[in-house]
């Protein structure tokens, strides 16, 4: 079993992650030093917190760069909530700020009002489904593939990813009767809006097969 690193950048629950990857006995390391990430087999991006304050940490580490090194040659890559949010090109939270440019798109507000105009609480924080996106009908063949279309997962955020190409979309969930972006995959590289780490067993489901495809 390849060993798991975890980037350490200081806004994230890393112990919870950590927790939820040993369950199934996997070797990690969490980090922030630039020689391991860079000899790394699998990386996950955990996150909480600001964009900006996210990028300014990796910047401050010099794994920018080699985040995206790892991604193009193949390395898997999981991103987690804001860990997420960060592979995207853009995101407008407190002004606009780069990404890592690993999923074509930008993360916007939520909006504070639902599709009838009625206000809606923001951050979205509740248990929702995962439903198939970007042409799917399940999620067969994507990290999300031991989970069944409707169940639940754990959100919690402010922002919301908007994917440019639709096909790199892998789950939605609705919130204020809008479709939301709950998962993203692009290459080698995935994103989960929610915490697969709070999310039990159907959480677990995704990690194990996140685990199954680095092994790849």
Sequence with gaps: MKKVTIID???SNLLSVQHAFAHFGAETLVTGKAEDVLAADALVLPGVGAFKDGMA?????GLIELI???AA????LLGICLGMQMLFDESEEFGLHKGLGLIPGRVVRIPSTDVQGRPQKVPHISWDPL???GGRTDFAGTVLAGVTPGEECYFIHSYE???ADEADRLADTVYGSRAVCAAA???SVVGCQFHPEKSGKVGLKIIEEYMKRAEK
């Design 9 to 11: 950048y200081g806004l």
């Design 57 to 61: 940490g990796l910047e401050k580490l």
């Design 68 to 70: 995206r090194q790892k």
């Design 73 to 76: 040659a193949g390395t898997p």
């Design 131 to 133: 439903n198939p996106a």
């Design 161 to 163: 990813a908007k994917p």
């Design 185 to 187: 995959a692009h290459g």
